[in-house]
């Protein structure tokens, strides 16, 4: 099993500019989460998503889009790119229910850069 | 939403147990407690989780007492690759979707010196 893999590993937007970062995990796992993390800082939840076709907002998620419309891809999505959203992308996957809820298996991140 | 208060940073010798404390005052009687740990440019990775009491697995162990309130995760023997960044976190029943959130501080870095 690859596990959660993300591309691009490395991108440079500039501002105003969209991009799509993308998410697949082949574990099978119904719940998958898009996470950024700045500089020094811990993770911030941006979107989640409890299975195919149901996302929800996280803590940040001004600036970005979602879909799953298959259970393995979670991409997101920068329609207008600002400085602020500079940041280290983390897609993460989960089991449903119960204790393996909280064990999340997250992908090696996108650093973005928008200058 | 469960907060957790962990130190910012520690240090340790090679070969010496580490102990990094959380505390977690209002956690919720259905909240697990999660340990994770991060390496510089990697995500992050689950090592140990615990409802209480004792939990042990080939990477740490994790000491959770009656009242749940903090917890210990120990590093046995740390060696110079154990560098990174450990985050306690405990687990959020988002009411809305019945999503496991999970709530990422800014850990502990621990810094093992030769």
């Known amino acids: 099993n690859a596990g959660v893999t993300q591309t691009p590993k490395f991108r440079i937007l500039k501002i105003g500019q969209s991009m799509t970062l993308q998410c697949t995990q082949d574990?099978?796992?119904?719940?998958m989460y898009w996470y950024r993390q700045d500089p020094g800082m811990g993770l911030k939840l941006i979107y989640y998503?409890?299975?195919?076709?149901?996302?929800d907002k996280g803590e940040v998620p001004n600036g970005y889009n979602v879909s799953r419309s298959t259970t393995e891809d979670f991409p997101l999505r920068l329609e207008l790119a600002a400085p602020s959203q500079t940041s280290v992308y983390f897609c993460?996957?989960?089991?449903?229910?119960?204790?393996?809820?909280?064990?999340?298996?997250f992908g090696p991140g996108t650093r973005l850069t928008v200058t | 939403l469960a907060k957790t208060t962990q130190p910012i940073s520690m240090d340790s010798y090679e070969g010496q147990e580490v102990n990094i404390t959380c505390s977690h005052n209002?956690?919720?009687?259905?909240?697990?407690i999660t340990w994770y740990q991060q390496f510089p440019s990697q995500g992050p990775r689950f090592i140990i989780q615990?409802?209480?009491t004792k939990v042990t697995n080939e990477v740490a162990s994790l000491f959770i007492p009656a009242d749940r309130k903090s917890s210990t995760l120990s590093l046995p023997r740390v060696s110079l690759s154990d560098t990174a960044v450990y985050y306690c976190?405990?687990?959020?029943?988002?009411?809305?979707?019945?999503?496991?959130?999970?709530?990422f501080g800014k850990g502990t870095k621990l810094s093992v010196i030769p």
């Open positions: 993460a996957s989960s089991f449903y229910g119960g204790r393996r809820a909280y064990e999340q298996y």
């Open positions: 574990m099978n796992h119904n719940y």
């Open positions: 998503s409890v299975g195919a076709g149901i996302t």
């Open positions: 209002n956690i919720a009687t259905n909240d697990y």
């Open positions: 615990g409802y209480k």
């Open positions: 976190l405990v687990g959020d029943r988002y009411s809305g979707a019945g999503s496991y959130q999970l709530t």
